[in-house]
């Protein structure tokens, strides 16, 4: 009885977020680029989705990401750099890697919204860094593999 009423809000939120999905419109074939939703917008879904958001399932979708990046303490600078306890630290603070003056000079923190943008299209986020990444599209994708960084760049 109160798990049900506990569950609630939960499920209210995602009937909301059924219902945004439902919102859009169907798609028509156009010369215009597909807009972006505004940014506000996104963060909001984010952290939204976050608190929901399955570690697990992020794990098997890190596997995009473990070509170029360890996560262990002190893990070794592959392609790309360590990510141990990357969060809440400002972009281009891994010790010992040598990254893109691009990156050094974009003054992100990052936030599960800096990242989430980050992970959609690391170039428009930061026009001329070096992660060549396509980017992930799906925001629940994204909700997910923040939800395992932040617990694998925490252990150990
Ligand atoms: C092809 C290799 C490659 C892949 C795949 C890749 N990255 Fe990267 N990543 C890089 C490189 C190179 C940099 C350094 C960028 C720079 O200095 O401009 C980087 C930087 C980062 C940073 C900034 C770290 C810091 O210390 O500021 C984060 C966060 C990050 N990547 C997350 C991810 C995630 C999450 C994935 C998977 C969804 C991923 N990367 C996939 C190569 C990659």
Redesign the pocket.
């Known amino acids: 009885m109160n798990r049900a009423i506990q569950l609630a809000p939960v499920l209210a939120a995602a009937l909301a977020l059924a219902a945004c999905a439902g919102e859009q419109p169907a798609s028509e074939p156009s010369a215009e680029a597909t807009t972006e939703p505004a940014a506000a917008a996104q963060a909001e879904d984010i952290a939204t989705l976050l608190a929901s958001a399955n570690p697990d399932r992020g794990r098997r ?2 596997i ?2 473990r ?3 360890t996560l262990i303490a002190e893990g070794n600078q592959l ?3 360590n ?1 141990r306890g ?1 969060l809440d ?1 400002p ?4 010790p010992g ?1 040598e ?2 003056e ?2 050094l000079a974009s003054g992100i923190a ?1 936030t599960p919204e800096t ?1 989430d943008a ?2 959609q299209s ?1 170039s428009e986020v ?1 026009p001329g ?5 396509a980017g ?1 599209r799906k925001t629940r994708d994204r909700a997910d ?1 923040i939800a395992y ?1 932040q617990r694998a760049t925490a252990e150990n």
Not at 129 to 133: E, H, L, R
Request: hydrophobic residues 55%; glycine residues 6%; charged residues 5%.
């Open positions: 979708l890190y995009q990401c070509a170029c990046h392609l790309g750099p990510l990357f630290r972009a281009g603070s891994a890697y990254y893109s691009a990156l990052w990242l980050w992970m690391p930061v860094n070096k992660m060549i990444f992930i593999l960084l």
